[in-house]
């Protein structure tokens, strides 16, 4: 989610390998230093929705209970309207609307999320990298450069063993210990979805 759902979705924010090569090799030991980002992201690809497979527990969605998802617009600007859903205790939808911008432009692996706005004013911003991203972009492993934050993303809420197979590859090579994530719940109807955009 990364502050891809700072206030819902961990800071979210979603990411084959058998039906292409992982975007970059190497294995890093858990802990090593920061993480590589994929060589290329394509944000139109990119863009959609996402469903959260897996994620490192944070303060952010320790009300979030299933269903949690990640939708990215790309605007004409070249910012991405980040729209983040999930289930909470209650079965009530929680839904928090954030911006991202890329940091990293030869790449565009590198994103900043920000969830608070003052005004139109955004004094904070996280840090959104995308590590591992499936050749179909049928998965992503998402996470911060301190590790601290990671999810694993996916296109659909039941992917096939092999696509779950290959991003929990890419949580290794990204240097994390997969024991640190928590599957998430997700079921074919379980995919959030909420009222009329906010004005």
């Known amino acids: 989610m990364p502050r891809i759902f700072a206030k819902t979705l961990g800071g979210v924010v979603a990411v084959v390998l058998f039906a292409g090569a992982p975007l970059f090799a190497g294995t890093p030991l858990v802990g090593s230093a920061e993480p590589r980002t994929v060589d290329s992201v394509d944000l139109r690809r990119y863009s959609g929705t996402w469903f959260e497979l897996a994620r490192i527990p944070n303060r952010f969605q320790k009300d979030c209970v299933g269903g949690a998802t ?23 939808l929680k839904v928090a609307r954030g911006l991202a911008k890329v ?34 972009y049928d998965f992503a492993v998402v996470g911060s450069p301190d590790r601290k934050y990671g999810w694993i993303l996916c296109r659909s809420p039941k992917p096939p063993t092999t696509i779950l197979d290959a991003a929990w590859d890419g949580v290794r090579r990204a240097g994390y210990d997969p024991g640190e994530f928590v599957a998430t719940p997700q079921g074919q109807n379980d995919a959030p979805r909420s009222p009329a955009p906010s004005p």
């Open 70 to 92: 990640a939708e990215y617009v790309l605007r004409e600007d070249g910012k991405i309207d980040v729209i983040n859903r999930c289930w909470k205790t209650d079965r009530k």
């Open 103 to 136: 940091k990293d432009t030869t790449t565009q692996a590198k994103l900043k999320v920000s969830f608070f706005s003052i005004l139109g004013f955004r004094p904070v911003w996280g840090d959104y990298w995308i590590l591992d991203l499936g050749a179909d």
